[in-house]
């Protein structure tokens, strides 16, 4: 069995006959477990990835491909046997397959090979030549597949050039020149590709072309850029123009970007790179998990833990951005802290069981894992206190904050808790806590409706953030000024509720780019629906909207500003409790909202119990970034509902 996916999604047995997969819902399942790369993905991700807007059954309907999908894979498996090659696994599904037969495995594999080994170039021309089209080529809409391809595209891009590269550098490549004119073509801001033509023309015999070559490259760099040539490309002009003889080219390992380092390098170079946001901080977490993976396959136990327990990155949002990524560090801490035992370095099992509860974003977590995690938080905690060491106690506290949603109203116990993490960052110089700290307290402010406080935590976070180089933070920041705006709008003589719109947008549009799609997605509509809220005005009916994670909480009430009642209250049936995150009062008030709309009063009920201790505090301003207005207000309301006769 092969399954392809460098082109249109497909199956092939052993051989060469293909396989009928079913329509296009049954290949973007098997795509979205491939791109997992081993990983269980959860039947509730799947569903998301799946539907944009999904239906009532979708998870029967995911069920039924999964049951095609294995039919069409295994036909010969007997009726009682489980399956060999799509896994029920835990709370969701996982591909498995060794990685040489799936095409986009080997093809990274491959490449990563040749990054450490030149010899490799013949196999890693093979891979490159078996790309059929852009990847998941049949699954286009999908912001998921779209991820993908556009991370595949920019390996196969690097791959091409490596591939010359290796060639040119073995004193081989004349015949490379038609393949790299196309490229460059195609691609015209890659600097490395202009270089790499020039130097294949050279290799022809073609000296005038090349040097033509670069001056091309310079007029479009200066010219369509504003940049000039980089010091490789006027290096290779000149060597080229004095014939240097190191341009004939001499074999020698890759060491150029991409090399693969050592796990104690990898995770270093991740933790700074976590800081920086974007791109940068997408790469971080893939890279500390390879790392991690690198360690554990040493079985160095000692080693491992470090490796794990390096990546103290301070994290304040509240949804993991890659939930798979994030349990495979749990489990791989677990099974370290497992290995060590009781008797191990207590430091090591406190920076284990930290990053236990960092990671364990409680928006994914079931009850058993929720407790786990928390546990796991005060027992780093206390580990960290006997040791003495602030730098550990400051990450052993985030883990702390990050699980004190385990109920709403807990506002004022998160800011102590940011409180100590500020003092030991100022006190001990770790500034990057410092920043969590302020940002902490920031939220809590912002939760408790002081607004003031928060605009200077805000200040101060910004402050720090320009000296340590943390660009995410005026991006948080942001949206707590248009937060606070939208809170003034409602105020005689306040801004706009348009102008609190345009701050949301503007801020939308900062965090987009930010590297954290699991705190982006939804985000935006949910803002919007707060800000309607809090001038009494029906919730936005754009069915552009993508509410995300938040959407069964807002349904109902979209529903209802659609006049579209008897679904709005079937809607309302069907809405879960909250996960246990920094959003838990907002989804709380909107069902309160919505039950009183309907005149549910056993819901509204519900809802009022499990506000009772947030009556203080502003419903989703617990992030710092949005506000629905005071939750007291949800409470009267919800409560009247429920006392009405």
Not at 335 to 345: E, F, K, M, N, V
Not at 619 to 626: E, N, Y
Request: glycine share 8%; hydrophobic share 45%; net charge negative.
């Amino acid at each position: 069995m092969r399954i392809d996916v460098l082109g249109a999604v497909r199956a092939l047995r052993d051989d060469g006959s293909a396989v009928d997969l079913g329509g296009p819902r049954h290949r973007e399942v098997l795509a979205r477990l491939v791109a997992a790369e081993g990983r269980m993905v959860t039947t509730d991700t799947l569903v998301d990835d799946l539907w944009t807007d999904p239906p009532a059954r979708s998870v029967g309907a995911l069920r039924t491909f999964v049951a095609a999908l294995r039919r069409a894979l295994e036909p010969d498996r007997p009726p009682r046997n489980p399956p060999r090659v799509v896994v029920t696994e835990g709370p969701g599904y996982t591909l498995r397959l060794p990685r040489e037969d799936v095409d986009v495995h080997r093809f990274q594999d491959t490449l990563a090979r040749a990054r450490r080994n030149p010899d490799a170039v013949t196999d890693l021309g093979a891979v490159l030549a078996a790309w059929r089209g852009p990847a998941y080529a049949d699954v286009p809409g999908s912001p998921w597949a779209q991820r993908e391809r556009a991370r595949l595209e920019e390996l196969r891009l690097e791959g091409v050039e490596l591939r010359a590269r290796i060639l040119l550098d073995s004193g081989e490549g004349a015949g490379l020149v038609a393949e790299l004119g196309a490229h460059v073509t195609e691609h015209p801001w890659r600097e490395p590709a202009w270089g790499l033509l020039a130097r294949a023309l050279h290799r022809a015999g073609r000296q005038a072309d090349a040097l033509a070559t670069l001056r091309r490259a310079r007029t479009m760099l200066v010219d369509q850029l504003g940049l000039d040539p980089g010091a490789d490309l006027r290096r290779l002009e000149m060597d080229i123009l004095n014939g240097s003889a190191h341009l004939e080219g001499v074999r020698t390992a890759w060491t150029g970007p991409g090399a693969p380092l050592g796990p104690r390098t990898t995770v270093d170079l991740a933790r700074t790179l976590a800081l920086a946001g974007g791109d940068a901080l997408v790469h971080s977490r893939r890279d500390r998990l390879a790392a991690i993976l690198v360690a554990e396959r040493t079985g160095d136990l000692s080693l491992t833990a470090r490796i794990i327990g390096a990546y103290d990155v301070p994290a304040i949002w509240s949804r993991a951005d890659d939930p798979e990524q994030s349990r495979a560090v749990v489990a791989a801490s677990e099974r370290t802290l497992t290995a060590l035992g009781t008797d191990g370095p207590a430091d090591l099992s406190a920076r284990l069981l930290a990053t236990i509860a960092v990671e364990s974003r409680s928006a994914d977590l079931s009850e058993t894992e929720l407790r786990r995690a928390q546990q796991a938080a005060l027992q780093a905690e206390a580990l960290a206190r006997g040791l003495a060491d602030p730098a550990l106690l400051a990450f052993a506290l985030n883990g702390v904050f990050l699980q004190s949603f385990s109920r709403p109203g807990l506002a004022a116990v998160r800011d102590g808790i940011g409180a100590e993490i500020l003092d030991l960052g100022t006190r001990h110089e770790l500034p990057n806590f410092a920043v969590l700290g302020r940002l902490v307290r920031l939220q809590s402010a912002s939760a408790l409706g002081d607004l003031d406080a928060a605009a200077l935590h805000a200040e101060a976070a910004e402050q720090l953030a320009a000296t340590t180089e943390a660009p995410l933070v005026p991006v948080l920041t942001g949206w707590f000024r248009a937060r606070a705006t939208a809170a003034r709008s409602t105020e005689p003589g306040g801004p706009t509720a348009a102008t609190a719109a345009a701050h949301y947008r503007a801020a939308e549009e900062a965090l987009r780019t930010a590297g954290m799609p699991g705190l982006h997605r939804g985000l935006f509509p949910l803002a919007l629906l707060g800000l309607r809220l809090l001038h009494d005005r029906p919730a936005p009916t754009d069915p552009h909207l993508d509410w995300g994670p938040y959407r069964p909480w807002a349904r109902p009430l979209v529903l209802l500003a659609q006049d579209r009642d008897e679904e709005a209250r079937a809607a309302l049936a069907a809405v879960p409790e909250p996960p246990h995150d920094h959003m838990q009062e907002a989804m709380w008030c909107l069902t309160a909202r919505a039950a009183v709309r309907l005149g549910e009063r056993g819901i509204a009920a519900h809802a009022e119990a499990a506000l009772r201790d947030a009556g203080a505090e502003h419903a989703g301003a617990a992030g710092g970034m949005l506000t629905l207005g005071p939750v007291a207000r949800y409470l009267a309301e919800a409560e009247a509902c429920a006392a009405a006769g």
